[in-house]
């Protein structure tokens, strides 16, 4: 199936790993041209070099820092200098401190606030004048199942992440008329240095091992095992494609079925 992504230029934020990495390579795989972004300048670098070698699709890397506004401005002006616009956002940052509600100061809720909401409404508001030229675009906001079911210890995450849910879905209702598509992605216990991280803190305190942690998410998890970032880059790039063009607002969980709620 031609998924209608061969030319169409993406930025992609928080691509040197993770989420962020996997989407970037999917769509560079489905020949999309894909401006990267990531606060560390050697490894967006590295990761953009690779994912160009691997697809010999054409790639850019930018350093950038999703909690300033000249840093998403330099990072839109270098995309669009180097390929005349853009088609496809995908909109991630990296998650704040874990934590229970009553743990942080106001500093770190504003800290929160800036990271996930800010850099979520700087990005959108950039690129959609650009999509609108165009004749239209998608964009993917990443979160987490945090915002159906919030996880112990991580209230910053879940609290602030539910704005951003509100705010894809907001956009979505307000951007159709310009053939705009925004959807909204819910990652839960995937493979990558975040949630590995998140395992080592819940191992700590429990004093366990943070294998025996991931073994016992693993158990609730329907499908028994954490996702690869593949498997959500996939669907990323199947929102991103011409498959989900009727598709505008939607949350899409993938998390082997963790998320129990009905809706």
């Known amino acids: 199936?031609?998924?209608?992504?061969?030319?169409?230029?993406?930025?992609v934020a928080g691509a040197s790993r993770g989420l962020g990495y996997a989407v970037a390579r999917a769509l560079a795989a489905e020949g999309a041209?894909?401006?990267?972004?990531?606060?560390?300048?050697?490894?967006?670098?590295?990761?953009?070099?690779?994912?160009?070698?691997?697809?010999?699709?054409?790639?850019?890397?930018?350093?950038m820092d999703v909690k300033s506004a000249a840093s998403i401005q330099a990072w839109f002006d270098a995309t669009t200098a180097e390929f005349g616009g853009v088609d496809l956002l995908f909109v991630n940052a990296g998650g704040p401190p874990a934590g229970t509600a009553l743990s942080f100061d106001d500093a770190a809720w504003q800290g929160a606030?800036?990271?996930?909401?800010?850099?979520?409404?700087r990005m959108v508001?950039?690129?959609?004048?650009?999509?609108?030229?165009?004749?239209?675009?998608?964009?993917?906001?990443?979160?987490?199942?945090?915002?159906?079911?919030?996880?112990?210890?991580l209230a910053l995450s879940n609290v602030v992440r539910s704005s951003v849910s509100a705010l894809s879905k907001t956009l979505a209702n307000e951007l159709a008329a310009d053939n705009i598509r925004v959807n909204h992605l819910l990652p839960g216990r995937i493979e990558t240095d975040r949630v590995r991280e998140l395992d080592t803190i819940r191992a700590k305190a429990a004093g366990i091992s943070a294998d025996e942690v991931k073994a016992s998410y693993a158990k609730v998890i329907p499908l028994g095992r954490y996702g690869a970032p593949e498997e959500f880059g996939s669907a990323a790039v199947f929102l991103f494609s011409d498959a989900a063009r009727y598709i505008t607002g939607a949350s899409l969980q993938v998390d082997g079925g963790l998320t129990k709620s009905v809706m």
């Open 1 to 11: 199936m031609d998924l209608g992504l061969k030319g169409k230029v993406a930025m």
């Open 33 to 63: 041209i894909v401006s990267m972004a990531s606060r560390n300048a050697d490894a967006i670098n590295a990761a953009a070099a690779k994912i160009g070698a691997d697809s010999g699709s054409p790639t850019l890397a930018c350093a």
């Open 113 to 121: 606030f800036e990271l996930l909401v800010l850099s979520a409404v």
């Open 125 to 153: 508001r950039l690129a959609v004048p650009s999509m609108k030229q165009r004749g239209g675009g998608a964009i993917v906001v990443s979160t987490s199942c945090a915002v159906k079911e919030p996880i112990p210890n």
